[in-house]
């Protein structure tokens, strides 16, 4: 018995060797030359020629690996046959012994194939015997980018190019481009509710991407009742900017309660208070009285006249350290229409000469630095989601449930010969958009 074993266990390892070198033929698409990690328009299951931030301009490349046994010839017999209408199409093939790389002679295709073009691999440019049923056909699709890469702004004509985006599609927060608040500023502010202090504290776990979509949270803390927790995102230390066009679509469809107010603004470096930074809220919500804030917030070194009461919170709750009698700011705001029951899209342009704010699409305020050049900034500033809480729009503490905002995306554009800085891994690099064609 025990030698039936051993021949059998013989017979069994001549198989696996005899089958070592048969696996199939690999096709693969590599999108590592265009690939970037701070604009995302390129799916996990990506595969054809992929529309970059540079309209009709594609990216992508395919890679073909013979397994052991079979290699492709120095013939000038093509190692691929194309089947379909690719006549408008030029590419490049490169081969060596085993691997074959199809991609495009040139990015910029200005008709692009309404079908896919079937491609097979070319017997006669392969030595060695292909055997029945390997993979040896594939197909070169295009795919047109479903997010807009340029923005031609209806005001004033300039024309912006995609430069950094997340559309939330992850599942877990990119750490490439976002800190987490938690991080950075975990307590955020002390209140008083019935005579008693209470809490506002940030955490990870209250800023989550779930669905498609960044969610902050507003609760009270399980265990501790005199405890707030939000979340919130920043890119400071990945990408601060200057100038361009900001975007994000929000859903308010749980933002229930009162006393907290999601947002997202554009925000200064510490080094630029006093000097060329000033925080832009592209919004603020008040989910009490369904009112928008668009508000601008700096700092001077000197007295400051009496605050207008809307704008207070940044002054005098945010700040505690006696530095409110150097603040300034400049505020409009209005009543959101189908606040809950839609989804909206708020943006701002920011130009060397002015501010303009969208709401849905609409404009809803401008500022101008003829009016005053302090309003609108000249730093590089970050993108920063919020979910804030206190006493404004009523007391955080009077909420019994939790509350949540969501942002679908982050698009920010600039102009070719606007920039940003892009730190990596430590390392930052102030980079033109003129310089940022052709990425996924």
């Not at 790389?101 to 990015?107: A, C, D, G, Y």
């Not at 599942?171 to 800190?179: A, E, P």
Request: glycine share 6%.
């Amino acid at each position: 018995m025990k030698q039936f074993i051993l021949i059998m266990i013989c017979i069994l390892l001549q198989v696996i060797h005899a089958h070592a070198g048969s696996k199939d033929i690999t096709w693969k698409w590599d999108y590592s030359e265009a690939d970037d990690i701070f604009i995302d328009l390129l799916g996990k299951a990506a595969t054809g020629f992929m529309e970059t931030n540079t309209p009709n301009c594609y990216g992508g490349k395919l890679v073909v690996k013979l397994p052991e046994g079979l290699h492709f010839k120095q013939t000038e017999a093509p190692a691929f046959l194309l089947i379909g209408n690719a006549e408008e199409i030029a590419f490049n093939v490169d081969v060596n012994d085993s691997m074959a790389i199809l991609s495009l002679k040139t990015s910029s295709v200005q008709t692009v194939p309404s079908e896919a073009i079937n491609i097979t691999l070319n017997p006669k440019a392969i030595k060695g015997k292909l055997r029945k049923g390997m993979n040896t056909t594939g197909r070169l699709s295009f795919h047109p980018s479903e997010i807009p890469t340029v923005f031609k702004s209806p005001i004033t004509g300039r024309t912006y190019h995609l430069v950094f985006n997340d559309e939330f599609d992850d599942g877990v927060i990119d750490t490439l481009k976002w800190d987490t608040r938690s991080r950075r500023s975990p307590f955020t502010r002390r209140g008083m509710y019935q005579e008693k202090p209470y809490y506002v504290l940030c955490h990870e776990d209250w800023t989550k991407e779930l669905h498609g979509e960044l969610r902050l949270e507003v609760s009270k803390y399980p265990t501790q009742n005199n405890v707030v927790m939000t979340g919130g995102i920043l890119s400071l230390g990945r990408f601060m900017a200057r100038y361009g066009y900001y975007e994000t679509k929000a859903s308010f469809r749980d933002c229930i309660g009162e006393g907290y107010w999601p947002a997202f603004w554009i925000h200064f470096d510490e080094a630029d208070k006093y000097g060329k930074g000033t925080e832009i809220d592209v919004f603020e919500y008040i989910p009490k009285d369904k009112q928008i804030f668009q508000t601008l917030h700096w700092y001077k070194k000197q007295a400051m006249e009496e605050q207008q009461s809307e704008v207070q919170h940044a002054a005098l709750d945010y700040d505690k350290s006696g530095q409110f009698k150097e603040h300034r700011s400049s505020t409009e705001y209005f009543v959101l229409d189908e606040a809950q029951s839609k989804e909206h899209t708020f943006a701002v342009e920011w130009t060397p000469e002015e501010l303009i704010f969208y709401t849905d699409g609409k404009v809803t305020r401008r500022v101008n630095r003829k009016d005053d050049p302090k309003q609108v900034p000249s730093a590089y500033q970050m993108v920063y989601f919020s979910c804030s809480a206190g006493e404004w729009g009523g007391n955080v503490m009077e909420n019994q449930v939790p509350a949540y905002v969501y942002f679908d995306y982050c698009r920010c554009y600039q102009e070719s010969d606007q920039d940003a800085i892009y730190t990596v891994k430590g390392n930052g690099m102030k980079v033109s958009a003129s310089r940022r064609v052709g990425k996924l």
